[in-house]
């Protein structure tokens, strides 16, 4: 069974610090785990993904998530916030073999001046 | 290059309608998802389909709810005799590969109120 655990529903940062978003997952087959951005009343843009290559990814906008496979997590995060970078992050896990996608139940960003 | 395009963006129904939800994915797409969010909550899969066939509708509600994508036009979702819990967005995702190694390209969602 596949499941995403984001351990933190909201997170305050103040602009230019750094940011932590954590994401655990469970897969009974090699994952591949995605981080999605979905700003106010508006779709989801991807911001990385991971799928079985360097365990450490690069994401648009400065984000980065690195993949541990020991600690089944995947959390995301950025050197500096950024004012525009107030949204809600989901972290997404699917599988090899085309079963469901699981999307955490997100992680609200807010980015103080 | 567009996007994912939904429509309506906005739909509002009373109870009992129908409602259609309609979704162009990306151009060379051939992978299609439904997602609902419920204020407050993360988005639940749905359905998948491919052109004409439906891969996975563990997420579809068994009554009322139902999907296609047929060989020429958009991807419908159709919602029929609406009731109030069914008030959420609903978002469209296309891919280019499988769901397991594509990465999914949102649309904006369609928003539905039901009065």
């Known amino acids: 069974a596949q499941s995403v655990t984001q351990l933190d529903s909201h997170v305050s940062v103040s602009e230019g610090t750094p940011v932590l978003l954590r994401c655990n997952y469970s897969?009974?087959?090699?994952?591949?785990l995605f981080w999605y951005v979905q700003h106010p009343n508006k779709g989801l843009q991807l911001l990385l993904k991971y799928t079985s290559a360097a365990t450490l990814v690069k994401g648009i906008n400065g984000f980065e998530a690195e993949f541990k496979k020991s600690e089944t997590s995947f959390h995301l995060t950025k050197p500096s916030a950024h004012m525009s970078d107030a949204a809600e992050y989901f972290c997404v896990v699917t599988n090899t073999g085309g079963f469901k996608t699981i999307f955490g139940a997100g992680t609200r960003l807010f980015v103080k001046a | 290059n567009a996007g994912v395009m939904q429509n309506p963006r906005h739909l509002v129904r009373r109870r009992g309608q129908e409602a259609r939800l309609r979704c162009s994915p990306m151009?060379?797409?051939?992978?299609v998802y439904w997602y609902r969010q419920l204020p407050e909550e993360g988005l639940k899969f749905m359905v998948y389909?491919?052109?004409?066939?439906?891969?996975?509708e563990s997420g579809m509600p068994k009554e009322r709810f139902s999907a296609e994508f047929p060989k020429e036009g958009p991807s419908i979702l159709r919602i029929q005799q609406v009731v109030r819990g069914d008030s959420a967005a609903y978002f469209c995702?296309?891919?280019?590969?499988?769901?397991?190694?594509?990465?999914?390209?949102f649309g904006p969602g369609t928003r539905l109120t039901v009065t």
């Open positions: 995702a296309s891919s280019l590969e499988t769901r397991d190694r594509g990465e999914q390209y």
């Open positions: 897969s009974s087959y090699s994952p591949s």
């Open positions: 151009k060379g797409h051939s992978h």
């Open positions: 389909l491919q052109k004409e066939n439906i891969i996975d």
